[in-house]
């Protein structure tokens, strides 16, 4: 059962992800065959600022201006984020997170339950908040004990942008 809950409201500054990505829709969703790739370089990359992983969607300029459905195409990253990138690993991409403010909200359960927290957040807690979505990337947070996606008590952050 998932609990929703208000999120916390932080200001944060950029931050500097290296990883991989692939252009998906939900109905195209590659996040498995993504992690499945990056999983096992992760140990390549070096100077890591925290060592969670960062699950990153980014969406095109237009995105706030129209209707989000099933085959809507956006980035799907894999990564971690990291001090500098005076080492990246080969075949391993760059992605800068601007600064900004985000609503933070606690998620616990499997990704087969997921789209429950998603409406709650989009259908209910942003329209009826005072703040509107801004365009920079959205990313779930993964401690480093994370259990995994099936797992039921497995716990991530979902990291919103507003302003």
């Known amino acids: ?3 929703m809950q208000l999120p916390i409201i932080k ?9 991989q990505h692939v252009q998906m829709s939900l109905v195209e969703n590659k996040t ?8 096992p370089r992760r140990k390549e990359i070096e100077n890591l600022s925290c060592h ?3 699950s990153i969607q980014v969406y095109d300029e237009g995105f706030l201006n129209q209707k989000f459905t099933p085959r809507t195409l956006f980035y799907k990253w894999a990564g971690v984020a990291v001090q500098n990138t005076l ?14 403010k985000w609503a933070v909200f606690q998620y616990q ?11 709650y957040i989009y259908e209910e807690w942003l329209p009826s908040s005072e703040y509107q979505l801004d365009h920079r990337p959205h990313f779930e947070y993964m401690p480093p004990d994370y ?9 991530e952050e ?4 507003i302003k």
Do not use: C, N
């Not at 498995?32 to 999983?39: C, I």
């Not at 080492?87 to 900004?100: F, H, N, S, T, Y």
């Not at 359960?109 to 409406?119: C, I, P, R, V």
């Open 1 to 3: 059962m998932i609990v």
């Open 11 to 19: 200001t944060e500054p950029e931050k500097i992800i290296v990883g």
């Open 32 to 39: 498995q065959e993504l992690w499945k790739a990056f999983g």
């Open 52 to 54: 969670g992983s960062y």
């Open 87 to 100: 080492k990246v690993p080969e075949a391993m991409e760059v992605l800068r997170i601007p600064d900004g």
């Open 109 to 119: 359960g499997t990704t087969s339950e997921f789209y429950k927290m998603a409406q």
């Open 147 to 155: 259990l995994g996606p099936m797992h039921p008590e497995a716990t």
């Open 158 to 161: 979902v990291w919103i942008p």
